[in-house]
């Protein structure tokens, strides 16, 4: 089905030069002399390059039906946190194995049991759009020093995945804290 180059979203799938693709991020440009265009940064599924590319904003492009999957999230099959990652589905409890490259920092987050939304494409998972939020309990952080507690300087710590995250200096080892799973930030308090 055909879609105007203006109406591309983050996320969507589309076949563009012949290749499925991935859009990353797009951003409409008027520039003062000439038509408007569409930059879209794009993943290109079968060899993970990443290119920007310049769209007409007239041109129509081929979009392409992802199957959104929730599943759940159980395992590190290696068991060292490099994958591939285990997933199934609530509903027909298949299992489906990812890749470590197509999660990339993602892995950071997964705890067991934690619901995602898998893309599917004919079979082949394209990637996997976390909650906003993750809990997780702090494995090892520094104690916090006997009068710090009107700064606001974060410190490090350690989260039970293994990823490392800034939190306030009264945070400490066993509680659990929210993090935002875009960006690795502290959040509160779980």
């Known amino acids: ?22 859009v990353i991020d797009t951003d409409h440009v008027k520039p003062g002399k000439g038509p408007a265009y569409v930059q879209a940064k794009m993943k290109n599924v079968d060899t993970g390059t990443i290119k920007t590319n310049r769209i007409n904003s007239s041109d129509k492009l081929e979009d392409v039906s992802i199957d959104r999957r ?5 395992y590190d099959s290696s068991g060292h946190g490099k994958g591939p990652f285990v997933f199934m589905d609530g509903e027909s409890f298949d299992q489906m194995e990812l890749d470590g490259d197509l999660l990339g920092s993602m892995t950071n987050w997964l705890v067991e049991n934690l619901e995602c939304v898998v893309m599917v494409f004919e079979g082949r998972a394209l990637g996997v759009d976390l909650p906003p939020s993750v809990e997780l309990e702090i494995t090892d952080t520094t ?9 606001n300087q974060l410190k490090e710590a350690t989260v039970e995945t293994g990823a490392r995250v800034r939190v306030p200096p009264f945070i400490e ?8 799973t875009e960006t690795g930030e502290y959040l509160g308090k779980a």
């Open 1 to 22: 089905m055909p879609i105007k180059a203006t109406d591309l979203k983050k996320g969507q799938a589309l076949i563009f030069d012949g290749q499925l693709q991935v």
């Open 70 to 74: 929730t599943m759940q999230y159980l």
């Open 173 to 180: 080892t066993g509680q659990r804290v929210k993090i935002n």
């Open 143 to 151: 104690p916090q020093p006997k009068g710090a507690t009107a700064t």
